[in-house]
């Protein structure tokens, strides 16, 4: 399989000897999203297998990025999830013209939310439910990329990456919708990806502006708890998921104070994505 892949912000040319790769990229990306063009791309990706035994016995996959492998070689059944996580480094590590933090974000009426968090806090379950109602759309489940000294939002769109328990969630929130083979047993668990709605796809080019920044903190069988976030609180925490703040050096500063200075921040503790959901809507937009 040979193609350009379109994410909105970033493009990349994929050159993939992986079956198990390129049916499911074939499955959950849009033709349009694959379609072979001459305009010059961002990256230069491949997929394939190990040289060697390992191409017959227990064959393993490699992830390059133009030319190099930052990875160690993964089971072949890790092959698509592997692809997924190895366009985001690509992204976090060498798209510079933006601020990259790691968070999922969604968008209605052009209003960003952004959510800030490590692994296991529930942004991707969040942002998956959020993408799922009318009038919202995906920007990205995991890097909100701004544009320097502004809050405004380029979309990332691709597939969103979901474990464990939340797979099932999202097929009883998608359930006409587009899964990937689910690769078993990662160092993350249980992984499947989710193709986004078709209007977030369309819409890959359309930026969108930050309104609110919710930290969330998923916690089973409890009430929703709404805690409003001082500058200097919101500062450092928005600070510690900045990918690539350190590389920015001023000018990442003065990004994170523009988003900072012209939205609200939350931390939010839920276990209702429909409570997240009516605050977002009623109080935020």
């Known amino acids: 399989m040979q193609s350009s892949i379109d994410f909105g912000a970033i493009s990349i040319h994929l050159d993939c000897s992986v079956n198990l790769v390129a049916n499911n990229i074939k499955k959950l990306y849009p033709h349009y999203i694959l379609e072979q063009n001459n305009s010059p791309n961002d990256y230069y990706i491949s997929v394939k297998h190990g040289s060697g035994i390992r191409k017959y016995i227990r064959p393993q996959v490699v992830f390059e990025h133009d030319g190099d492998a930052p990875f160690k070689p993964v089971p072949e059944n890790h092959a698509y999830a592997s692809f997924e996580w190895g366009v985001n480094y690509v992204v ?18 052009d209003k960003a939310i952004i959510f800030p968090a490590p692994p296991g806090s529930g942004k991707s379950t969040l942002t998956t439910y959020l993408m799922a109602q009318k009038g919202w759309r995906l920007l990205s489940d995991e890097m ?47 992984v499947a990806h989710l193709s986004p709605p078709e ?18 903190r998923y916690s089973p069988s409890k009430s929703m708890e709404i805690y409003k976030l001082d500058k200097n609180q919101a500062f450092m925490m928005l ?31 839920y276990s209702d994505v429909e409570e997240v959901k009516d605050f977002i809507e009623q109080d935020l937009l």
């Open 144 to 190: 909100s990329l701004l544009m320097p000294e502004s809050r405004e939002v380029t979309p990332l769109v691709k597939p969103v990456c979901l474990k464990n328990n939340s797979i099932d969630l999202a097929r009883s929130w998608f359930p006409q919708t587009s899964f990937s083979t689910i690769a078993t047993a990662t160092v993350k668990g249980n």
């Open 92 to 109: 976090s590590n060498f798209a510079q013209n933006y601020l990259s933090i790691h968070a999922g974000v969604v968008a209605k009426n």
């Open 199 to 216: 209007s977030s796809w369309q819409q890959r080019h359309r930026p969108a502006l930050a309104t609110a920044v919710i930290f969330p």
């Open 239 to 269: 600070a510690e998921n900045t990918i690539n703040l350190t590389l920015q050096s001023q000018l990442g500063f003065n990004t994170l104070v523009e988003l900072i200075e012209n939205t609200l921040q939350f931390e939010v503790h």
